[in-house]
């Protein structure tokens, strides 16, 4: 990125804090703003019949932004919620767009970003119907170190699709073949 371009995206950029349990966005919101999470952890989730299900979880370095909601102008489909005390940035996506005429190097670095986005979506995706749980805990503690550490983890439960005692199993049998 080139420093003409950050200056000019920097002018975008809006601090805000969430608290525990905070939202970000809500379902059924409209989205006009992305957000880069620089500090805490944000799940995203959704609700079927008053039950909670989590999809996926953000940490710092990312996007947590409801993309299809945003890119299609249609209402969130999901929930983004803090898990912990959460530091962001957030900024207009059309005047991110807007920047594309003078800095090429930001509408690349979108095009990066998406590509991470859908490369993580479908690997999980696959993961998810392919592996058993063992296996996708497994790389869950790969995917996020220490995170399990850090959230309830009905949480973490809820995103690899089995109840907490099944967890609670899969890590005891762990712990006991090291």
Known sequence: MTKEAWDDLRLLLQPIELKRNDYLI???????????????VVRVFYNKEGNEYNKTFFVPGMFPTPLTALLSESPAAISFQALLPCRLFKFSYSGFRNLFDRHRCLEKLLLRILEEIWIKKERHDINM???D????YLIFRETYPDL????PQYHIASYL?????????????LAHSK
Not at 26 to 35: L, Q, S
């Open 26 to 40: 809500r379902e059924g919101a409209r989205v006009h703003d992305c957000f880069l999470l620089i500090d805490g």
């Open 133 to 136: 749980a063992t296996t996708n």
């Open 129 to 131: 119907v392919t592996n």
């Open 148 to 151: 399990e550490n850090q959230i």
């Open 161 to 173: 699709g089995i109840t907490p005692i099944q967890l609670s199993r899969i890590r005891a049998q």
